[in-house]
């Protein structure tokens, strides 16, 4: 079956650029997380969802970081007024009920702020 | 505060060799810990997890892994390497009992399975 997909898998901004990055998770999947992985680190919680609701963003570095999922299933990061320290690989990534289940990863997006 | 630790940036085994990634968590309350793997051009996957019970749990590919409550380790291991195991491993803790749903994992461990 389908995997989660994640969309673009590549995104160049000019600094202080807002951008968008989509999340398809798998179907029927009531977790998902975003992660930012900078280069030769492991991947950083930024923010989770149950369902639409979203239950723990403390990992959100700055209020120019905002995710939503409005109906459950898609779910869309948004960072507003990019900064060269944003630029990064943006997974995310689904479980199919509790977050003790094993996660599923999407390729990831690419984001280069210049 | 809670930390994940793989002390290795680069294991290199020979083929047919056992091999051991190393994993040392700090959290506070009862740690669900996981291996993924990343393959280049691919995605992280899931490996294994330790919840609860027994403290060697099995995961895919024939790697194992060792929960080690007194010296907070999660060691990664596997009998015999293949050549196709070569790839970046990274060990995650959650800490279930702080009621977040934050995951933190480590910088990653990049194994060399030499033929």
């Known amino acids: 079956g389908a995997g989660v997909s994640q969309s673009p898998r590549y995104k160049v901004a000019k600094r202080g650029q807002d951008v968008a990055l989509r999340c398809d998770p798998i179907s029927g999947h009531v977790s998902l997380f975003w992660y930012q992985q900078a280069l030769g680190q492991g991947p950083e919680f930024l923010t989770y969802f149950q369902n639409e609701a979203q239950l723990d963003k403390s990992g959100l570095p700055s209020d120019r970081f905002f995710a939503e999922r409005p109906e459950g299933s898609v779910s869309t990061l948004k960072i507003q007024r990019t900064q060269q320290e944003d630029s990064a690989v943006y997974l995310c990534a689904s479980s199919s009920r509790d977050t003790t289940y094993e996660q599923y990863f999407g390729p990831g997006t690419r984001l280069t702020v210049t | 505060a809670q930390s994940v630790a793989q002390p290795e940036d680069q294991v290199n085994v020979a083929e047919g060799n056992p091999l051991t990634v190393k994993c040392t968590y700090s959290v506070s309350g009862n740690p669900y810990l996981f291996w993924y793997v990343q393959y280049p051009n691919r995605g992280l996957q899931f490996l294994l997890k330790y919840i609860t019970g027994d403290n060697l749990v099995k995961g895919s590919y024939g790697f194992e892994a060792e929960f080690n409550k007194s010296q907070t380790s999660f060691h990664l291991k596997k009998p015999s390497a293949l050549v196709s195991d070569s790839a970046l491993y990274f060990c995650?803790?959650?800490?279930?009992?702080?009621?977040?749903?934050?995951?933190?994992f480590g910088t990653g461990t990049r194994l060399k399975v030499l033929a």
């Open positions: 995650a803790v959650r800490d279930i009992s702080k009621g977040t749903y934050k995951y933190i």
